[in-house]
């Protein structure tokens, strides 16, 4: 066997276990995203991003994960287990969840879209004391 066909092997064995590492890099799932949920006898902070949801429901587990890759600080009421939340979902008007709100506007459903939109809207936040970092840009 020749030098150069014994390259040529490894390239290809090399290139198959890249490919296969990719694949799995891919398919794995997203660190589990916890649920910052809000005080029952307080109202969140002006400005809050608040999120009507249930622990079961899907499109509220991606609406977690977007806030949690976007940097995004949230609060939020599982309807099944708080008054509170499921009052303000009866007042929403809403069906379903989740239920976004965000400076006063309202977003039925997982739209991210619809919640980039809202968030570029808002004022950026002033910086921090240390130079820190500021919210993400969509």
Known sequence: ?????????????LLAVFIAAAGLFRSASPAAVKAV???????????????LSTSWCPYCARTRQFFARHAVAWCEYDIERSTVGAARHRESGVVGVPVIFID???IAGYD???????????????????????????
Do not use: H
Request: net charge positive.
């Open 1 to 13: 066997m020749s030098l150069g066909a014994l390259g040529s092997r490894n390239l290809w064995l």
């Open 37 to 51: 949920y809000c005080a029952e006898d307080a109202a969140p902070p002006a400005r809050t991003v608040v999120m």
């Open 104 to 106: 006063g506007q309202k």
């Open 112 to 138: 991210p879209e619809a919640i980039k939109r809202l968030l570029k809207q808002r004022p950026l936040p002033l910086p921090a004391p240390s130079g820190g970092p500021r919210s993400t840009s969509f």
